[in-house]
Nanobody
Framework: QVQLAESGGGLVQPGGSLRLSCAAS????????MGWHRQAPGKQRELVAT???????NYADAVKGRFTISRDNAKNLVYLQLSSLKPEDTAVYYC??????????WGQGTQVTVSS
């Protein structure tokens, strides 16, 4: 029903920036919440940020003030601007879409590596 394709990951030095993009295709509803999760090696997947179509945003405490999520409803795109990156931000970042009924869809993930 929904396909999510991430792009924009890569290797960046501590303190640097990256912008991740996610293109959603298929059946998208105005009530769908989109966002990003991440999974570091040996750790559980964790929420990074979510955004509703109306612009309601939530961030994990670990990224507040450093990451910015945005959404283009007309194009079914969601972005994550990563700034002031730290080595502990190294992870696979997954795009996520959640229906109002709770069903969720995931992208394949994009690797972000923060290292000098």
């Amino acid at each position: 029903q929904v396909q999510l394709a991430e792009s924009g990951g890569g290797l960046v030095q501590p303190g640097g920036s990256l912008r991740l993009s996610c293109a959603a295709s298929g059946i998208i509803f105005s009530t769908d919440v989109m966002g990003w999760h991440r999974q570091a090696p040996g750790k559980q997947r964790e929420l990074v940020a979510t955004i509703s179509s109306g612009g309601s945003i939530n961030y994990a405490d670990a990224v507040k003030g450093r990451f910015t999520i945005s959404r283009d409803n007309a194009k079914n795109l969601v972005y994550l601007q990563l700034s002031s990156l730290k080595p502990e931000d190294t992870a696979v970042y997954y795009c996520y879409l959640r229906r109002i009924v709770g069903v969720g869809f995931w992208g394949q993930g994009t690797q972000v590596t923060v290292s000098s």
